[in-house]
């Protein structure tokens, strides 16, 4: 879990200064972050993880901390979906 | 929506892609361009009435480029001396393959395969741009002066946006450019470009534009639906619906009206049937700065903001952006999702972009009084 937090964070110093940032802040809700970096994080997740993001998965709320990306890489990660 | 009208909405679309216009035309130099072959004959020449034809294209706003096996100092110092360089935009000369540099060009001008036109004197070169890519429309050399009477190559209209299509490019590249030296993190070089968004209610002058963009933009567009002028101006008429265009200016330059947003307006809700920008702006967080404006509208009305959303193969991108600005999926019909948003929470604009309103949706005076 926190390997996940780690590789996060280091996705987010891309596009934002992570310096100040706890693992429990609103990135969205702090003026951090634009459309285009939603686009592009969830892009990265599911390359990076090989996982694919459904539109249920689509809640702020699963992206909005460093905390809840690792949760929900934590619940997706090597889950084999059914076919 | 029913999903007959769907059914005429999709077929208005395959209708679209039969006749698929041209945006961007590549062409070959040796043969092609010029007479001859540089790297035997320094002293070649323009072919008669290839200049009209590459300047005609740049005022239809249709893009040009280069794929050329040559030298590339070479090669654009000829053209530079014929003073037609400034007219391609990211020019491949290089010994590849041109099926590489055809892909390369759309890549880099961001724009489908199917939307290029390859023009080249030799034969096996079109069978293997054609090869790799069959939806690219191959021209021979002879028949380039005959283009310009193709109806892939006439645009509906000819916009302020088309006829500066390529100098708004060319300051893309020179944005790009800085971006991509730029080292730190995306949001202060947002910050650095001075980013000035204008956006009210469309006007007739903004129609012809309105429609090109429609037709024109399939990534960043929430429902795909393309509506003519005439429909357009109905709707710009209708006192229930606003047609929102917006412009995007930076320091470099302005983009011209990359954004459109059409919004119906009912008593509970208002529902946004369009909401499209040029994938020219992707990364500069317009649709975000729209829907926030739209959020902030619905809740100074007191109305619940719902989006219409048809899914295409490229379009995920708005759908994330809906669900990244809080709208919630609440029901899907005929292929169209409904996303709604309460509009009790009212964003703020990104710090890093001025918003400006004019003869916005507020200020329309009330027909009915």
Redesign the interface.
């Known amino acids: 879990m926190s390997e996940y937090k780690q590789i996060v964070r280091q996705f987010f110093?891309?596009?934002?200064?992570t310096d100040g940032l706890d693992d429990a802040d609103d990135v969205?809700a702090g003026?951090?972050?634009?459309?285009?970096?939603?686009?592009q994080l969830?892009a990265w997740l599911e390359k990076e993880f090989s996982i694919t993001i459904e539109?249920d998965d689509?809640?702020?709320t699963n992206?909005s901390t460093i905390n809840s990306i690792a949760q929900m890489l934590g619940r997706k990660v090597g889950v084999v979906v059914p076919a | 929506m029913s999903s007959d009208a769907l059914l005429v909405e999709l077929e208005k679309d395959r209708e679209e892609r039969r006749t698929k216009s041209v945006k961007v035309v590549v062409w070959d130099l040796d043969n092609t361009i010029w007479d001859g072959v540089l790297l035997e004959d320094e002293a070649v020449t323009l072919i008669p009435g290839v200049m009209n034809v590459i300047q005609e294209l740049d005022r239809r706003g249709i893009l040009q480029s280069i794929s050329s096996k040559n030298d590339h100092a070479t090669a654009m110092a000829k053209l530079g001396s014929f003073g037609i360089a400034e007219y391609f935009l990211y020019p491949q000369i290089n010994w590849g393959s041109k099926a590489v540099s055809v892909q390369a060009i759309a890549t880099a001008i961001n724009v489908g395969i199917d939307s290029i036109a390859f023009i080249d004197d030799q034969s096996y070169e079109r069978e293997e741009v054609a090869f790799s890519h069959p939806d690219v429309l191959c021209v021979d050399a002879i028949e380039f002066d005959a283009i310009l009477e193709r109806q892939e190559f006439i645009p509906r209209f000819i916009t302020d946006e088309s006829k500066g299509r390529r100098l708004m490019y060319l300051s893309d590249i020179q944005r790009n450019a800085v971006e991509a030296e730029y080292e730190g993190?995306?949001?202060?070089f947002?910050a650095t470009l001075g980013l000035k968004l204008t956006m009210g209610r469309a006007t007739e002058n903004d129609l012809q534009r309105a429609e090109e963009l429609t037709k024109r933009t399939h990534q960043l567009n929430t429902t795909g639906r393309t509506y003519n002028y005439d429909e357009l101006k109905a709707i710009m008429d209708s006192p229930d619906h606003d047609l929102l265009i917006a412009g995007l200016e930076d320091k470099f330059g302005a983009y011209g009206k990359i954004g459109l947003c059409l919004l119906e307006r009912a008593q509970e809700h208002w529902t946004v049937k369009l909401l499209l920008m040029s994938c020219r702006v992707?990364?500069?967080?317009v649709?975000?700065i729209i829907i926030n404006y739209l959020i902030s509208e619905a809740n100074k009305a007191g109305v619940r903001l719902r989006a219409e959303f048809i899914r295409t193969d490229r379009n995920r991108?708005m759908?994330?952006?809906y669900?990244?600005?809080?709208f919630e999926?609440v029901s899907e019909v005929g292929g169209i999702s409904i996303l709604e948003n309460d509009c009790r929470v009212v964003p703020?604009y990104?710090?890093y972009a001025s918003v400006h309103i004019v003869d916005g949706i507020g200020c329309r005076e009330d027909v009915f009084a």
């Open positions: 110093s891309r596009f934002f200064r969205f003026g951090y972050v634009n459309s285009l970096f939603a686009i969830i539109d689509l809640q702020l992206f | 993190p995306k949001d202060d947002l992707m990364s500069r967080g649709g975000t991108m759908y994330i952006t669900r990244f600005s809080n999926n703020d990104p710090p």
